[in-house]
C-alpha cells in the first residue's frame, strides 16, 4: 500500500512561484515513475509533468514547458513541483501520483490511468 500527501498548494500573483511537495509512504519509492496532474472543476485530471524512477528523464504538458520543473529526491521519499511565472489558468487543484511496474520505471506516461496511487490534491490558485 502507498500513500501519497501533497503539500505547498496556496495562493500566488501571477508571476510568482510556488513549489508543491509529494511525500510517499508505506511501499518502495525508489524504482517507480511519477507525476503530476491538475485537474480544474468540473473537468477531468490533466497531465502536467512526469519522472522516471531515477529522475534523469522527465516530461512535460505544452502549457507547463519551460515554466515548471518536476524533481525527486529518492533518499527522502520526495517528489517536487517547482511552479515559476504562474498563470491564472495554472489555478487547479494538483496531485500526485505513482506508478507501479515491475523492476525500475523508465516510463513516462500522461495517461492518468497508467497510474496507481493517488494523493488527496492541493489547491493552487494564481490571482491575476
Known amino acids: 500500500q502507498v500513500q501519497l500527501v501533497e503539500s505547498g498548494g496556496g495562493l500566488v500573483q501571477a508571476g510568482g512561484s510556488l513549489r508543491l511537495s509529494c511525500a510517499a509512504t508505506g511501499r518502495t519509492f525508489k524504482s517507480n515513475s511519477m507525476g503530476w496532474f491538475r485537474q480544474y472543476p468540473g473537468k477531468e485530471r490533466a497531465f502536467v509533468a512526469a519522472?522516471?524512477?531515477?529522475?534523469?528523464?522527465?516530461f512535460y504538458a505544452d502549457s507547463v514547458k519551460g515554466r515548471f520543473a518536476i524533481s525527486r529526491d529518492n533518499a527522502k521519499n520526495l517528489m517536487f513541483l517547482q511552479m515559476n511565472n504562474l498563470k491564472s489558468e495554472d489555478t487547479a487543484v494538483y496531485f500526485c501520483?505513482?506508478?507501479?511496474?515491475?523492476?525500475?520505471?523508465?516510463?513516462?506516461?500522461?495517461?492518468?490511468?497508467?497510474?496507481?496511487?493517488w494523493g488527496q490534491g492541493t489547491q493552487v490558485t494564481v490571482s491575476s
Open positions: 519522472v522516471d524512477w531515477s529522475g534523469r528523464s522527465t
Open positions: 501520483a505513482l506508478r507501479i511496474e515491475d523492476g525500475y520505471s523508465y516510463a513516462l506516461s500522461i495517461d492518468e490511468d497508467d497510474y496507481d496511487y
